[in-house]
């Protein structure tokens, strides 16, 4: 029984990385393409507004506080930031190819869960960060979240409550 079981783990394993990254919650269309986008140590990057918060989220959650060069045009950016009104709100898409990653949202909310998104797909260590190929769309199905936590029947510290809080923020 025990070899059954670790068979099983390695099949399902071995299939997380031939497909690519697993993120949680599913998206609800990602497809995946050929090849990796690869950011080293200096990374340009592409927004209308430098200072929003989905950004300095993303430059301290997802590229490690690598240094980044601003760029005028979207082209020769390794990270473009692009608004579309025609995108449900919260929802995002993200385009990874070999030379540059395309994040498009209609707001700054699915900005910032997009980036939640990039916080689970990317790989590698700090000055050499890979994301896989891919196309990701997604959007809330409902339009409300929540997260439960009891703290009248279960005490907690507050550093755990913010724990929580971050842990539920990833998801």
């Given at each position: 029984m025990?070899?059954?079981l670790s068979i099983l783990l390695l099949l399902v394993s071995y299939a997380a990385i031939t497909c690519g990254q697993i993120v949680f919650p599913?998206?609800?269309?990602?497809?995946?393409?050929?090849?990796?986008?690869?950011l080293r140590k200096n990374i340009s990057m592409y927004t209308a507004d430098t200072t929003a918060f989905y950004v300095s989220l993303l430059r301290s959650e997802?590229?490690?506080?690598?240094?980044?060069k601003w760029q005028s045009n979207a082209s020769t950016a390794h990270i473009c930031w692009m608004n579309d009104p025609s995108l449900p709100p919260e929802g995002?898409?993200?385009?990874?190819?070999?030379?540059?990653?395309?994040i498009t949202a209609s707001g700054e909310r699915g900005f910032i869960y997009a980036v939640q998104t990039?916080?689970?797909?990317?790989?590698?260590?700090?000055?050499?960060?890979?994301?896989?190929?891919?196309?990701?769309?997604?959007?809330?199905?409902?339009?409300?979240?929540?997260?439960?936590?009891?703290?009248?029947?279960?005490?907690?510290?507050?550093s755990t409550i913010k724990k929580y809080i971050d842990m539920a923020s990833l998801l």
């Open positions: 025990n070899h059954r599913s998206p609800n269309q990602v497809e995946m393409k050929k090849g990796k986008l690869t997802v590229l490690r506080n690598s240094s980044v995002y898409k993200i385009s990874i190819n070999p030379k540059q990653m395309t990039l916080r689970q797909w990317v790989s590698g260590p700090a000055g050499k960060l890979t994301f896989a190929c891919a196309d990701i769309t997604d959007s809330p199905s409902m339009q409300w979240r929540c997260f439960m936590l009891d703290s009248g029947r279960q005490y907690q510290r507050v």
